[in-house]
């Protein structure tokens, strides 16, 4: 495919929606996703699809109809922009335009000045909504004001940073805001190359319940079809459960389309590039080609037979977001560790509850420095779900730590205790051997479990029955003693001169 040449089109703009918590991202989102995407044939719209596109009739400048033309627009769903960070993080760009959300009845706060950053350090354009002019006690001038004040000139106020008064909840100025999106993407001139493999980002990933771990992509580049495979970070999936925004399978897919693929054989990333491949095959030998991972903070898959205790996080920045995902990477240990199934910035949603709710395990909510929805609350309380709110990170990490103890299935661990070797072997009748040896290390207890090791090969296991030193019964043979010892072995082999064995006591922890 590399070879063929690039018959660059216009793509639809993937939009990101940022500024400070509570000033409205998701009800926006919400309210765009709902009066704009069309209801799935099953009825409702899929929960794990962490994006969505929308179809959006334009209007030329002069503000007529433009003739019944619709064109696209991506909307990243995930208020908080943890997938935006993320892949920033990484020095990419997933979003082509931001939307900066300030509610006009709070004007600019921290987190507007944080979202103002990283747009600015993306180098990418953006539209301020000043939201929630609903509101009686809204002030849409007041709010410019402090845009202003931050070095954004805002259109028809001297400068050129395009805005929209909106109010998210009831929608007015809703249409304006995308048809505004739309301008600033015809000017950009977004572009792609529908004949090449597809390309783009792990915007969100989750564990299905039924079907194993998925992801959110949104491509940005080439076509994905069904029968290639995708490399993600160095987590494959053959493209062969794909789905679209609305649950519905998809044969082929191409950008900006955001999509579900399922069938990954280890969790990605979230902010983690992906490409396509022919197929299997040779997703699996680029993979091999790349460097060993990295340890990294991005949510990664538990090894084999590790346990995985599945949480999702809520912060109110995403600088103490990122705190938290380095440092839940490092809770844990070969046997367990904490996956991130979900991030974000923002109030505990019943999204969030949702998405608890549909791993084999149920995961735990952890909160800091946010507020729960009243109808998340409600929700969890019925299923079960468990949230966490903290306001200190070494307590959150310190009781996600416990957590992951007390959660983890327990595990039989054996500890040799002594080891002897055999010097006799004075009778052998089907599992019931009476032998004679010395002890080397430790002890060998009566009613202990013994490894029968010969020639560094596990043999057999056997128990001993009865145990003695000097010719008298005892619970215990310490070293260096000389000791004669009735074992029944589980299995039938012979124990034999010259064998070692290895007495180990099973702990459950
Ligand atoms: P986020 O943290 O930025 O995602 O904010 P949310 O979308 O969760 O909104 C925070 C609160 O503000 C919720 O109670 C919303 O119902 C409310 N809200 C959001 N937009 C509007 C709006 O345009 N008008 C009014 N009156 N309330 C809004």
Same mark, same amino acid.
């Given at each position: 495919?590399?070879?063929?040449?690039?018959?660059?089109?216009?793509?639809?703009?993937?939009?990101?929606?940022?500024?400070?918590?509570?000033?409205?991202?998701?009800?926006?989102?919400?309210?765009?996703?709902?009066?704009?995407?069309?209801?799935?044939?099953?009825?409702?719209?899929?929960?794990?699809?962490?994006?969505?596109?929308?179809?959006?009739?334009?209007?030329?400048?002069?503000?007529?109809? $433009?003739?019944?033309? %619709?064109?696209? !627009?991506?909307?990243?769903?995930?208020? /908080?922009?943890? &997938?935006?960070? =993320?892949? @920033? +993080?990484?020095?990419?760009?997933?979003?082509?335009?931001?939307?900066?959300?300030?509610?006009?009845?709070?004007?600019?706060?921290?987190?507007?000045?944080?979202?103002?950053?990283?747009?600015?350090?993306?180098?990418?354009?953006?539209?301020?909504?000043?939201?929630?002019?609903?509101?009686?006690?809204?002030?849409?001038?007041?709010?410019?004001?402090?845009?202003?004040?931050?070095?954004?000139?805002?259109?028809?106020?001297?400068?050129?940073?395009?805005?929209?008064?909106?109010?998210?909840?009831?929608?007015?100025?809703?249409?304006?805001?995308?048809?505004?999106?739309?301008?600033?993407?015809?000017?950009?001139?977004?572009?792609?190359?529908?004949?090449?493999?597809?390309?783009?980002?792990?915007?969100?990933?989750?564990?299905?319940?039924?079907? $194993?771990?998925?992801? %959110?992509?949104? !491509?940005?580049?080439?076509?994905?079809? /069904?029968?290639? &495979?995708?490399? =993600?970070? @160095? +987590?494959?999936?053959?493209?062969?459960?794909?789905?679209?925004?609305?649950?519905?399978?998809?044969?082929?897919?191409?950008?900006?389309?955001?999509?579900?693929?399922?069938?990954?054989?280890?969790?990605?990333?979230?902010?983690?590039?992906?490409?396509?491949?022919?197929?299997?095959?040779?997703?699996?030998?680029?993979?091999?080609?790349?460097?060993?991972?990295?340890?990294?903070?991005?949510?990664?898959?538990?090894?084999?037979?590790?346990?995985?205790?599945?949480?999702?996080?809520?912060?109110?920045?995403?600088?103490?977001?990122?705190?938290?995902?380095?440092?839940?990477?490092?809770?844990?240990?070969?046997?367990?560790?904490?996956?991130?199934?979900?991030?974000?910035?923002?109030?505990?949603?019943?999204?969030?509850?949702?998405?608890?709710?549909?791993?084999?395990?149920?995961?735990?909510?952890?909160?800091?420095?946010?507020?729960?929805?009243?109808?998340?609350? =409600?929700?969890?309380?019925?299923?079960?779900?468990?949230?966490?709110?903290?306001?200190?990170?070494?307590?959150?990490?310190?009781?996600?730590?416990?957590?992951?103890?007390?959660?983890?299935?327990?595990?039989?661990?054996?500890?040799?205790?002594?080891?002897?070797?055999?010097?006799?072997?004075?009778?052998?009748?089907?599992?019931?051997?009476?032998?004679?040896?010395?002890?080397?290390?430790?002890?060998?207890?009566?009613?202990?479990?013994?490894?029968?090791?010969?020639?560094?090969?596990?043999?057999?296991?056997?128990?001993?029955?009865?145990?003695?030193?000097?010719?008298?019964?005892?619970?215990?043979?310490?070293?260096?003693?000389?000791?004669?010892?009735?074992?029944?072995?589980?299995?039938?082999?012979?124990?034999?001169?010259?064998?070692?064995?290895?007495?180990?006591?099973?702990?459950?922890?």
């Amino acid at each position: 495919m590399a070879n063929k040449p690039a018959q660059l089109v216009e793509r639809p703009p993937v939009v990101v929606v940022m500024g400070h918590v509570d000033h409205g991202k998701s009800t926006l989102l919400d309210f765009i996703r709902k009066s704009n995407v069309v209801a799935s044939e099953h009825g409702g719209i899929t929960q794990h699809v962490a994006a969505y596109e929308v179809v959006h009739p334009i209007r030329d400048p002069s503000g007529s109809n $433009g003739a019944g033309r %619709t064109k696209h !627009i991506t909307f990243i769903d995930t208020p /908080g922009h943890a &997938a935006f960070s =993320a892949i @920033r +993080a990484r020095g990419a760009n997933v979003a082509d335009i931001a939307i900066l959300v300030v509610a006009a009845d709070d004007g600019v706060k921290a987190q507007t000045l944080e979202a103002l950053a990283q747009i600015r350090e993306a180098g990418i354009p953006f539209v301020v909504a000043i939201n929630k002019i609903d509101k009686p006690n809204a002030n849409v001038e007041r709010t410019q004001g402090s845009i202003m004040e931050q070095g954004v000139y805002l259109e028809k106020l001297g400068g050129d940073v395009p805005w929209t008064a909106i109010s998210a909840k009831t929608g007015a100025g809703v249409d304006e805001l995308l048809d505004v999106i739309l301008l600033v993407a015809e000017i950009h001139e977004y572009k792609a190359d529908a004949k090449a493999p597809a390309e783009g980002f792990v915007i969100e990933t989750h564990r299905d319940q039924k079907r $194993g771990l998925a992801a %959110t992509l949104v !491509i940005g580049n080439g076509t994905l079809v /069904g029968g290639m &495979a995708v490399l =993600a970070g @160095r +987590a494959i999936a053959p493209v062969r459960i794909m789905e679209d925004h609305l649950g519905k399978t998809l044969k082929e897919a191409t950008f900006s389309t955001p999509i579900s693929l399922v069938g990954f054989d280890e969790l990605p990333g979230v902010g983690e590039t992906f490409r396509a491949y022919k197929n299997k095959r040779e997703a699996e030998a680029a993979r091999e080609q790349m460097a060993p991972a990295a340890a990294s903070a991005a949510p990664t898959a538990a090894g084999e037979g590790q346990y995985s205790m599945p949480v999702i996080v809520r912060a109110d920045t995403t600088g103490s977001l990122e705190a938290i995902l380095q440092e839940t990477s490092r809770i844990g240990d070969e046997h367990g560790r904490v996956t991130v199934v979900q991030s974000g910035i923002g109030t505990i949603s019943e999204g969030d509850v949702k998405t608890a709710l549909a791993g084999e395990s149920h995961a735990v909510v952890i909160g800091f420095n946010v507020r729960i929805d009243p109808v998340a609350e =409600a929700r969890a309380r019925e299923r079960g779900v468990r949230i966490e709110i903290f306001n200190i990170i070494y307590k959150l990490t310190e009781n996600l730590d416990e957590l992951l103890k007390e959660s983890a299935p327990k595990r039989k661990v054996e500890e040799t205790v002594g080891t002897a070797k055999i010097m006799k072997v004075f009778s052998s009748r089907k599992d019931e051997h009476v032998i004679g040896g010395a002890v080397a290390e430790g002890y060998l207890a009566k009613n202990g479990m013994l490894r029968i090791i010969r020639r560094k090969v596990l043999i057999g296991v056997a128990k001993i029955k009865n145990i003695q030193t000097n010719k008298q019964n005892v619970d215990r043979a310490e070293a260096p003693a000389e000791f004669g010892a009735q074992i029944e072995t589980e299995t039938t082999f012979e124990p034999a001169q010259g064998d070692t064995i290895e007495c180990f006591a099973t702990t459950t922890v």
